[in-house]
């Protein structure tokens, strides 16, 4: 069913579900990005439609919807252990774009399927969420969504476009139809997808990557001009690692506290570190060698598509202006790195 709503119509139907849905999507927050006197443009909740921003891109990721940057697993004390339960029990919609759909998929194999059992506090968030489709038909300059196919989205509940005034709504979810069917009017609406990169990007394809990749010249730039910020893994829709953190209430007395897990990334100094006063990946190219193939050859191999999903985000937000498209490129370009295609 396609419809076409105005925006008063959108918000009284935001408003109507509101009792049983929280609603997410790309907004702007004045004077909050990292220069002075800029925006942020990020995800939050919204009320109205008319804070959905269309025309930039997000610098984070939705990621944080259902694996939040700080996560209370458990408190404790002497004598118990308690797991604290989600504080909102509302379901989640979240308005995005085709790649961070397809980034939400690649975390869903990590936090679910990547182990013995899934995660219990990924899975209790992940289960309220549903995504509508923000029709995204041109890339930004440093997307390459189509290399990484994530330009064709999968799971949404409904698609919509922006349009003056209001926005066209394709929907085939039975409950959702019939909300619409009362509201707005019909329309003609196909939707559109990219069909060209805003980078050109050409990933490689081997299942068995070259041992001389392993220590090649092409990481030590690397080491030279990344300073360990982190912050291509924070911005990034498919980084997924954390640490774990006891936090102690009195320190004093040392009976009552949480466990936390807290993001962590792999380009940060500390990440490696173990017991005994081991450090893996001490080098900054060191960090981004592992980075890379992880998202452009290990998972692939583990789960047969790319983890990168090709949003460009870590382009976008790197303050050393270290291309990751253009090291996937350098890969692609050394001898034995094509071979089997995905
Ligand atoms: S382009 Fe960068 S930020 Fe986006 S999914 Fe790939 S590695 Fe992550
Ligand atoms: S954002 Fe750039 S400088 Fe910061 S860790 Fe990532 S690659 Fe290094």
């Known amino acids: 069913m396609n419809r076409l709503l105005k925006n008063k119509e959108c918000n009284s139907l935001l408003g109507g579900l509101s009792a049983d849905y929280r609603f997410f999507a790309p907004v702007r927050r004045a004077g909050r990005g990292r220069l002075s006197d800029t925006d942020l443009i990020t995800y939050d909740q919204i009320s109205s439609v008319e804070e959905i921003v269309w025309d930039e891109k997000t610098l984070r ?17 002497q004598k118990t252990i308690s797991q604290p339960s ?25 936090f679910l399927d990547n182990g013995t059992s899934p995660d219990p506090y990924y899975e209790r968030l992940r ?33 919509v476009r922006e349009v003056d005034g209001g926005l066209k709504v394709l929907s085939q979810r039975r409950t959702l139809v019939d909300k619409l069917s009362t509201i707005g009017s019909e ?52 980084c997924s690692c954390f640490s774990v953190h006891d936090v102690m209430y009195d320190k004093d007395s040392g009976q009552a506290g949480e466990r936390r897990r807290v993001w962590a990334g792999c380009h940060i100094d500390g990440f490696t570190d173990m017991a005994g006063g081991m450090e893996f990946r001490k080098s900054s190219g060191a960090r981004m060698r592992f980075k890379t193939f992880h998202k452009i050859y290990d998972y692939r191999k583990r789960f047969g598509e790319n983890m990168c999903v090709g949003c460009g985000r870590c382009d976008d937000i790197c303050p050393e202006y270290i291309s990751f498209s253009n090291c996937i490129n350098k890969v692609s370009e050394q001898p034995g790195t094509q071979g089997e295609s995905l």
């Not at 990721?61 to 004390?77: G, N, Q, V, W």
């Not at 029990?89 to 990590?110: E, P, Q, T, W």
């Not at 969420?129 to 029709?135: D, Q, R, Y």
């Open 127 to 159: 289960e309220k969420i549903h995504f509508v489709l923000m029709e995204c038909a041109d890339p930004f300059k440093s997307c390459f969504c189509v290399s990484m196919k994530t330009n064709i989205p999968e799971k949404f509940i409904a698609a």
């Open 61 to 77: 990721s939705a990621k944080e919807i259902m694996f939040p940057i700080t996560e209370t697993l458990m408190r404790f004390d």
């Open 187 to 238: 329309c003609e609406f196909e939707l559109h997808y990219p069909k060209q990169n805003g980078t050109e990007v050409f990933p490689p394809q081997t299942l068995d990557m070259p041992s001389e990749l392993y220590d090649h010249e092409m990481w030590d730039e690397y080491s030279g001009r990344c300073i360990a910020c982190g912050r291509c893994n924070t911005s990034c829709p498919t």
């Open 86 to 110: 989600v504080v909102d029990n509302r379901g989640i919609v979240i308005f995005c774009r085709s790649c961070d759909i397809h980034a939400v998929s690649r975390l869903d194999k990590i």
